[in-house]
């Protein structure tokens, strides 16, 4: 089984999915054979993968499903990360599939079941062991991940106040956990879907444009485009002021004000390098 299974492996690096597809097969019909529920599981999570990536997102949810089945049947908790990354992985093909219900349904159970299981970790207080805190670490990773995850659906559905709420805590609890380098890349990949998202927004004249107009200039404004964060927050102080949104224009005019303090800081740096 061991074979098969790095078989597979190696044949979906080479990008020879149909005979990895087969590998896997041979593999999980000799893991029921011998009840091995580990690799069951396993070989399940991988076919799935393997079917989401050709885009099989019918068969992908079947494979994610029965493995989740037997991951819960064998006693792994429904709290456990993953549980919690499988369920993630569900939603993300509801989304992709137009299940909204279920997206949603999908999303809120990953979200919650993390946050739930963070402030337990934090109400136990008292000193952590270094396992402890890996599981903290992960455990607050993966919320970022379902974060990110949930802002891009909503962006697609041009729910555009929730995408920016769920882009900025996720990008918190990046840059806290990984530090600022990571949270550039986090910044730079969250650029391009709000791009996408205001050439919607503007397309269809969506009223909450002014949103994702300022949320573009804060990702901009973190990522050092200066110029580009006081265009993009200047048309969305306008837009915020006539669609009447005074909690928007309070914020657009708190970015301004951020803006105006990187220019100056930027300004003091080059001043000093230059005596």
Do not use: W
Not at 137 to 164: P, V
Request: hydrophobic share 35%.
């Amino acid at each position: 089984m061991i074979l098969l299974l790095k078989k597979a492996k190696l044949n979906i690096h080479r990008g020879q999915l149909h005979v990895a597809s087969s590998y896997l097969h041979q593999a999980v019909v000799l893991a029921h054979q011998t009840h091995n529920n580990q690799a069951i599981i396993y070989t399940y999570s991988l076919m799935a993968n393997l079917a989401y990536v050709q885009g099989q997102l019918d068969s992908a949810e079947k494979l994610f499903k029965a493995c989740l089945s037997f991951m819960l049947t064998g006693g792994t908790p429904e709290e456990d990360n993953a549980v919690v990354e499988i369920s993630l992985k569900l939603a993300t093909i509801y989304a992709e599939q137009n299940k909204v219900d279920l997206a949603d349904q999908g999303f809120r159970f990953c979200i919650e079941t993390l946050e739930t299981k963070l402030e337990q970790q934090q109400q136990e207080g008292g000193e952590q062991t270094e396992e402890q805190e890996v599981l903290r670490k992960d455990t607050r990773l993966l919320l970022g991940l379902c974060l990110d995850s949930r802002a891009r659906y909503r962006a697609s559905k041009l729910l555009l106040k929730q995408a920016e709420e769920d882009y900025k805590e996720a990008l918190r609890i990046c840059g806290e956990e990984q530090g600022e380098e990571h949270a550039q890349g986090r910044h730079d990949d969250a650029l391009v879907l709000v791009r996408r998202a205001v050439d919607g927004g503007r397309s269809v004249g969506h009223p909450d444009l002014h949103v994702l107009l300022g949320n573009m200039a804060g990702v901009l404004l973190h990522t050092g485009r200066l110029e580009e964060s006081v265009q993009f927050y200047q048309e969305a102080l306008n837009l915020a002021q006539q669609a009447g949104d005074q909690e928007a224009v309070e914020q657009i005019q708190e970015g301004l004000r951020e803006v105006k303090k990187k220019k100056k800081s930027q300004e003091k740096e080059e001043e000093e390098e230059e005596e």
